[in-house]
T-cell receptor, first 113, second 114 residues
Framework: AQSVSQHNHHVILSEAASLELGCNYS??????LFWYVQYPGQHLQLLLK??????LVKGIKGFEAEFIKSKFSFNLRKPSVQWSDTAEYFC???????????FGKGTLLTVNP | ETGVTQSPTHLIKTRGQQVTLRCSSQ?????VSWYQQALGQGPQFIFQ???????GRGNFPPRFSGLQFPNYSSELNVNALELDDSALYLC?????????????FGPGTRLLVL
């Protein structure tokens, strides 16, 4: 069975600080990895995804994530956060024939101006 | 290009009632998945529909059922509502072809069961 663990429930940063959100997954086969973001009052949006190839993937709004297979990790990073990055961030994994997504519990990011 | 749409946006039901939620997939997408997101939790997979057939189901009881129509839109039906069914219900669609692993979400329907 697939599972996803997000280490931080709530992260509070000041603008311009660097961000790293942890994500570890458990799955026995080939996985696809995703980060989704949910801004206040908005629907889930895809930030970035990893299927294969270069383990460092770049997404929208300056976010990137690195897939480290040996650590079963897919951490999200941004060098300098903005107030507008305040949102909830979800890591998700899929694998198997129907590509169902298994989500972590999410990390709420608050960026103070 | 129209994204995933869901209706209604929110509704209130009482325990024991039945509810139907609707989803229109994004243009060109033939697969629809449904998720339940309880407060403070990540979305949980309910089931997926592909070509009008159920294509995988999560750990939800049979009173959660669904349909997919020839135009790829979908319904989620929940019978005998329980208080714990109160949640945000999300629909996601996936495209045909090489990007079928990527799911795009609608705004959700917020259900409150009293």
């Amino acid at each position: 069975a697939q599972s996803v663990s997000q280490h931080n429930h709530h992260v509070i940063l000041s603008e311009a600080a660097s961000l790293e959100l942890g994500c570890n997954y458990s799955y026995g086969g080939t996985v696809n990895l995703f980060w989704y973001v949910q801004y206040p009052g908005q629907h889930l949006q895809l930030l970035l995804k990893y299927f294969s190839g270069d383990p460092l993937v770049k997404g929208i709004k300056g976010f990137e994530a690195e897939f480290i297979k040996s650590k079963f990790s897919f951490n999200l990073r941004k060098p300098s956060v903005q107030w507008s990055d305040t949102a909830e961030y979800f890591c998700a994994v899929s694998g198997g024939s129907n590509y169902k997504l298994t989500f972590g519990k999410g990390t709420l990011l608050t960026v103070n101006p | 290009e129209t994204g995933v749409t869901q209706s209604p946006t929110h509704l209130i039901k009482t325990r024991g009632q039945q509810v139907t939620l609707r989803c229109s997939s994004q243009s060109g997408h033939n697969t629809v998945s449904w998720y339940q997101q309880a407060l403070g939790q990540g979305p949980q997979f309910i089931f997926q529909y592909y070509r009008e057939e159920e294509n995988g189901r999560g750990n939800f009881p049979p009173r959660f059922s669904g349909l997919q129509f020839p135009n790829y839109s979908s319904e989620l039906n929940v019978n005998a509502l329980e208080l714990d069914d109160s949640a945000l219900y999300l629909c996601a669609s996936s495209p045909q072809g090489g990007e079928q692993e990527t799911q795009y979400f609608g705004p959700g329907t917020r259900l409150l069961v009293l």
